[in-house]
């Protein structure tokens, strides 16, 4: 078994993860600090995914399975 992280990129992966209410990680990067932040996909759109009541930016974070 790999301990590789999935990423979430497309909006078919981030849907998958949605539908399966897999446990996700946003990743922030700010300042050189690594910000971490696990949930379940509640809405997306192109711009933005919400996680557990807070939205992220796509274009700020990345998003993986936990």
Known sequence: MSNTAKPLV???ELFAAALLRRRILVVQR???VILLYPGIIEKYDED???VSGSCY???E???QIA
């Open 10 to 12: 497309t909006d078919i």
């Open 30 to 32: 700010t300042n050189n």
């Open 48 to 50: 933005t995914v919400c």
């Open 57 to 59: 930016k796509r274009s």
């Open 61 to 63: 974070c990345s998003f």
